[in-house]
């Protein structure tokens, strides 16, 4: 329900992995959003639902799944 900035979120990233990330900058592409966020404003007034965990830390627990289970992740194919 609140935007944030891909460069938090890579920063959150880069934090719970102990490593720097590599980016590469590319132009903007003319299919992709400037910004977008969920609106879960029905959804607390008509299920009484709010967010349980805040951005850092879904991001910390999901950073974590994947360090538990990139053997697994890696056998996935695209």
Avoid: C
Avoid at 21 to 38: E, G, I, S, Y
Avoid at 43 to 72: D, M
Wanted: glycine content about 6%.
């Amino acid at each position: 329900h609140k935007p944030y900035r891909l460069s938090e979120m890579i920063r959150l990233i880069e934090k719970f992995l102990g490593k720097k990330a590599r980016l590469k900058k590319l132009p903007f592409h003319k299919a992709d959003l400037k910004a977008t966020w969920a609106d879960i404003h029905q959804a607390q007034q008509k299920l009484g639902w709010k967010p349980k965990v805040g951005l850092e830390e879904g991001i910390r627990r999901t950073v974590q799944w994947y360090l538990e289970n990139r053997k697994w992740v890696r056998k996935i194919k695209f």
